[in-house]
C-alpha cells in the first residue's frame, strides 16, 4: 500500500533562507507527484506537478525534484520570505482519479 | 483561471441533521471530487464522479452520499450527521485524460456538528 511521508512536520526558519521540504514515498510506481500549498482555513493551490518521468520541475523561486527509484522528492525553496508561510503538502497519483497524501509541512517565515 | 466553488466556508450543525455541501466547477472537467482533512491525517478521498451520474467511493465513504446530475456539480451528503464528521471537507476536479492532470481545489468547507 502506498504510503506517503513528509519531514519535517514543521519548520522554521529566517526570512532569506533556502530551505527544502521532504517527500518520501513507499511504491515507485506513481505517475505524477504534486507539491500543493494551503494557507490556514483554506483550500490547496497546485504549485507544481512533476511526471514519472522527469527529474525536476521549476516555477519561480521554487524548484521541486524527483527520484522515483528511491523513492523521494523535495521542494526548494529560495530566499524564503514571510509570505511563503504556509502549510505544504505532496501527493502522488497513482492513477486518473486517486491522489496519496502527505500530512504535510508547516512552514513559518520568521521576519 | 479553473475556479471551484463551495457553497459554505463554514458550517455548524446538529448531531442527526440532513447536511448538504455543494460543490460547483466551471471547466468544463469530468471528474470531480470530495476529501475531508483532519490535523495529522491529510487528505481523504471520500467519493469521487468521473462523469454526470457515475459515482465511486474513496477511501472513507461510511456515513456519506454523493450526487452528480449535472457535469458542474458534486453535492456531498451527510445522512444523519455525527460530531465524527466535524472537518474540513474539500472539493477538487480534472479533467479527463492522461494522469497527468492536477487536480483543482475549492476553498473547502468547515463543519462543525455539535
Known amino acids: 500500500k502506498q504510503e506517503v511521508t513528509q519531514i519535517p512536520a514543521a519548520l522554521s526558519v529566517p526570512e532569506g533562507e533556502n530551505l527544502v521540504l521532504n517527500c518520501s514515498f513507499t511504491?515507485?510506481?506513481?505517475?505524477?507527484l504534486q507539491w500543493f500549498r494551503q494557507d490556514p482555513g483554506k483550500g490547496l493551490t497546485s504549485l507544481l506537478l512533476?511526471?514519472?518521468s522527469q527529474r525536476e520541475q521549476t516555477s519561480g523561486r521554487l524548484n521541486a525534484s524527483l527520484d522515483k527509484s528511491s523513492g523521494r522528492s523535495t521542494l526548494y525553496i529560495a530566499a524564503s520570505q514571510p509570505g511563503d508561510s504556509a502549510t505544504y503538502l505532496c501527493?502522488?497519483?497513482?492513477?486518473?482519479?486517486?491522489?496519496?497524501w502527505g500530512a504535510g509541512t508547516k512552514l513559518i517565515i520568521k521576519p | 483561471d479553473v475556479k471551484v466553488t463551495q457553497s459554505s466556508r463554514y458550517l455548524v450543525k446538529r448531531t442527526g441533521e440532513k447536511v448538504f455541501l455543494e460543490c460547483v466547477q466551471d471547466?468544463?472537467?469530468?471528474?470531480m471530487f470530495w476529501y475531508r482533512q483532519d490535523p495529522g491525517l491529510g487528505l481523504r478521498l471520500i467519493y469521487f464522479?468521473?462523469?454526470?451520474?457515475?459515482?465511486e467511493k474513496g477511501d472513507i465513504p461510511e456515513g456519506y452520499s454523493v450526487s452528480r446530475e449535472k457535469k458542474e456539480r458534486f453535492s456531498l451528503i451527510l445522512e444523519s450527521a455525527s460530531t465524527n464528521q466535524t472537518s474540513m471537507y474539500l472539493c477538487?476536479?480534472?479533467?479527463?485524460?492522461?494522469?497527468?492532470?492536477?487536480?483543482?481545489f475549492g476553498p473547502g468547507t468547515r463543519l462543525t456538528v455539535t
Open positions: 477538487a476536479s480534472s479533467p479527463h485524460g492522461p494522469s497527468s492532470y492536477e487536480q483543482y
Open positions: 471547466m468544463d472537467h469530468e471528474n
Open positions: 464522479s468521473y462523469d454526470v451520474k457515475m459515482k
Open positions: 511504491d515507485s510506481a506513481i505517475y505524477n
Open positions: 512533476i511526471q514519472s
Open positions: 501527493a502522488v497519483n497513482l492513477s486518473n482519479y486517486q491522489l496519496i
